[in-house]
């Protein structure tokens, strides 16, 4: 099978969810031509509100190639949302598993069957105080050297201004209209990889390159410079240092970067306690 249809639970779905995000959103989609009108793909994505998993899913329903995401298997089990997740093929991750290449067995045998999954690369919303890609987990990498399918790297912004990061419903901000800007790359070069044993090492070099070009195309969009370094996400017992300098994600740092205020910085913070 080259290409998977979109299906019921997905028409129903772009029934339900479309004529809000087009009321209350402007979109500017880019690089839909980089999406593969055949074959499976693997999409790696950034994460920067609860919002733009459907910024997203919007972007690529547009294209006729609807992804599968990898989600956690209670979400399968909750109600209405779980019917979906289960009627619209998407793929359960059990966190207890040790066996990495296990979990993500059903992505690899959706992109051989010529299908789209959609990574998060970062696991969760970005802790970044500046809204920038944090550092990547390895589950894109495993699965892209495994299928050696194209990895396209879409960046999208807007949603986290509208629904910042751990916003309370008091916080959201839709008016005025907010822009969801989502740019699809070309496909990362990964050829230098494969063939490779896929230690740890090689693991960390595929993803920090996944997440490279993942970061170039959010910069574009942002019209500023890629950062120097990439946030990595530790808890606060990690990220204490000897020397005593502060934490690096700050309440009154994080309450500084766009899309982000003092109360959701002030969340983020006991998020990382709990």
């Excluded at 459907?54 to 089990?77: E, M």
């Excluded at 998060?120 to 495994?146: C, I, Q, S």
């Excluded at 020397?243 to 899309?259: C, F, I, V, Y």
């Excluded at 003092?262 to 969340?267: G, H, L, P």
């Amino acid at each position: 099978m080259s290409r998977r249809r979109i299906g019921f639970w997905y028409r129903l779905a772009a029934v339900v969810a479309k004529p809000p995000l087009v009321v209350f959103f402007k979109r500017d989609w880019r690089g839909m031509e980089h999406i593969p009108a055949d074959g499976g793909f693997i999409t790696v994505v950034n994460h920067n509100s609860y919002l733009d998993p459907l910024s997203y899913a919007h972007f690529q329903y547009n294209t006729g190639r609807v992804p599968r995401f990898l989600a956690k298997v209670a979400l399968f089990k909750a109600g209405a949302v779980g019917s979906f997740m289960r009627g619209a093929g998407q793929i359960p991750v059990y966190r207890e598993s040790a066996d990495a290449v296990g979990a993500f067995r059903a992505a690899v045998e959706a992109i051989n069957d010529g299908e789209c999954v959609a990574f998060y690369p970062e696991g969760t919303l970005t802790r970044d105080p500046h809204m920038w890609p944090m550092e990547g987990k390895t589950g894109a990498a495993r699965v892209a050297l495994l299928t050696k399918a194209p990895v396209i790297p879409v960046a999208q912004w807007g949603a986290n201004l509208a629904v910042p990061p751990y916003a309370r419903p008091k916080e959201f901000r839709f008016l005025p209209r907010k822009t969801l800007t989502v740019q699809a790359g070309p496909p990362v070069d990964l050829s230098e990889f494969y063939g490779c044993e896929p230690t740890a090492d090689v693991l960390r070099a595929v993803t920090d390159t996944l997440m490279d070009a993942l970061t170039v195309q959010l910069a574009e969009i942002r019209g500023e410079p890629v950062p120097v370094e990439r946030y990595t996400h530790r808890s606060r017992a990690a990220e204490r240092r000897t020397d005593g300098e502060p934490d690096r994600d700050t309440p009154a740092r994080a309450a500084e970067a766009p899309g982000r205020t003092e109360e959701t910085a002030r969340k983020a913070e006991e998020g990382e306690k709990a």
